[in-house]
């Protein structure tokens, strides 16, 4: 019969992940925002800020020739 886990004796490390998504969502917000030239442009460089993962990922990938 299959075990059950008990979800109190699980934990999961991924603080410092989640304070490099954080401190990167902050800058790339700041940045989005301060050269918005307009309310719908600063909305949508908000939004980029909240996938700038793939951004980063997508750039090094091409610029690794992937």
Do not use: E, N, Q
């Not at 307009?38 to 992937?66: D, E, Q, R, S, T």
Request: one cysteine or more.
């Amino acid at each position: 019969m299959a075990k059950k886990h008990d979800c109190r004796t699980f934990h999961h490390h991924c603080g410092p992940a989640g304070a490099v998504y954080g401190l990167g969502f902050i800058g790339a917000a700041i940045y989005y925002i301060s050269t918005a030239t307009g309310f719908w442009i600063g909305v949508l460089g908000f939004l980029k800020a909240i996938i700038w993962p793939v951004f980063l990922i997508y750039h090094a990938m091409g610029f690794l020739g992937m």
